[in-house]
């Protein structure tokens, strides 16, 4: 069964930044697992950030970003808010495009 | 403005099965990749499958753990997406997701197995 792990908490301060990584238990993520990145608030429905790596959807605030680094997908944050506190979901897609999500990274911003 | 809107969750015992609804509008939905994604109380997102639009022959993807009891299917002519889940078990106790293929997210829809 494939796995894909993400921290399971990071604490950054407002103005700073931060990465959050996503690993695949196959190996490299590459281009082909098509990483998407989502943002989930308690009591909310999780909302897409990012798309194939690094495609910003239109309502993406500019400060986050997505990128392949270090054999793993990356979301950067630049310029945190407080209102970035959140659960932070990547997804990868593996064979025929099935999709396996991270267990959830927590980001605290303090 | 694109919405799609679950519905058809409940309280339900195990061996039993459901059909959950989506109703999708503001959108082509006749061109649109639509999947489910579930999260059971207190944890992650789980990705449940994928259909595909007719044009690209329509056809279903599973997750493995899911493969055997969920069917997944459209009504483009409604604007509609089902998911049709058979012998309930207590873990498949989740809030279930209608989404464009990630992109756009309804609220969910509850379904609670218990006996």
């Known amino acids: 069964q494939t796995v894909v792990t993400q921290e399971p908490s990071l604490t950054v301060s407002p103005g700073g930044t931060v990465t959050l990584t996503c690993a695949s238990s196959?190996?490299?993520?590459?281009?082909?697992?098509?990483p998407n990145w989502f943002q989930q608030k308690p009591g909310q429905a999780p909302r897409a950030l990012i798309y194939g790596i690094s495609n910003k959807h239109s309502w993406t605030p500019a400060r986050f970003s997505g990128s392949l680094l270090g054999g793993k997908a990356a979301l950067t944050l630049s310029g945190v808010q407080p209102e970035d506190e959140a659960e932070y979901y990547c997804?990868?897609?593996?064979?025929?495009?099935?999709?396996?999500f991270g267990g959830g990274t927590r980001l605290a911003v303090l | 403005e694109v919405q799609v809107v679950e519905s058809g969750g409940g309280l339900l015992k195990p061996g039993g099965s459901l059909r959950l609804s989506c109703a999708a509008s503001?959108?082509?939905?006749?061109?649109?990749?639509m999947a489910w994604v579930r999260q059971a109380p207190g944890k992650g997102l789980e990705w449940i499958g994928r259909?595909?639009?007719?044009?690209?022959?329509?056809?279903?993807l599973y997750a493995a753990p899911v493969k055997d009891r969920f069917i997944i299917s459209r009504d483009d002519s409604k604007e509609m997406l089902y998911l049709q889940v058979n012998s309930l078990k207590t873990e498949d106790t989740a809030l279930y997701y209608c989404?464009?293929?990630?992109?756009?997210w309804g609220q969910g829809t509850m379904v609670t197995v218990s006996s």
């Open positions: 989404t464009t293929d990630l992109s756009h």
């Open positions: 196959t190996g490299a993520v590459t281009s082909g697992n098509d």
């Open positions: 503001g959108f082509t939905f006749t061109n649109s990749w």
């Open positions: 997804l990868l897609y593996y064979g025929d495009g099935q999709g396996v």
């Open positions: 259909i595909k639009s007719k044009t690209h022959g329509g056809t279903a």
